[in-house]
């Protein structure tokens, strides 16, 4: 599941935890997504999916496009290191952000899109 959390800083430790919060039907269906952290996105990066700023992002396939024979596609997810930490004022504040972010990234493992995580997040605020 996680490829490269070699970060030297704790930031790996917060993705682990991350990891261990999802529920079991998640997260024993990552065995073909690696988590790797990077300090900045590049140009390349920003610019595929139009964005000024990130903080996480999925390349792959998501599960739910997967061929007639559910063959595992390798996936991507990369963790934003830079972002994450200049945007969080407290150890508190970036665990939560760097769960958000891992969340938000293995949901679009699973073929949810931004707008319904959106409207799922409107859901629970309303509860």
Known sequence: MTDA??????????I?????????????????????VEDEPSPA???????????????????TVWGVDN?????????FR???LRTSRSAGALAAAVEDVVHHEIAHHFG????????IKEEGRRR
């Not at 682990?16 to 997504?33: G, H, I, K, T, Y």
Request: charged fraction near 25%; glycine fraction near 12%; avoid cysteine.
């Open 82 to 84: 830079g972002p994450l």
């Open 5 to 14: 959390l070699e970060a030297d800083d704790g930031f790996g430790n917060l």
């Open 45 to 63: 990066q920003l610019a595929s999916v139009g964005a000024r700023g990130l903080y996480g992002l999925y390349h792959g396939v998501p599960r």
């Open 71 to 79: 063959a595992a596609v390798p996936s991507k997810i990369t963790i």
């Open 16 to 36: 682990e935890r991350a990891l261990e919060r999802l529920p079991n039907a998640f997260r024993d269906r990552l065995d073909s997504v690696a988590i790797v």
């Open 112 to 119: 949810i899109s931004d707008g319904r995580l959106r409207e």
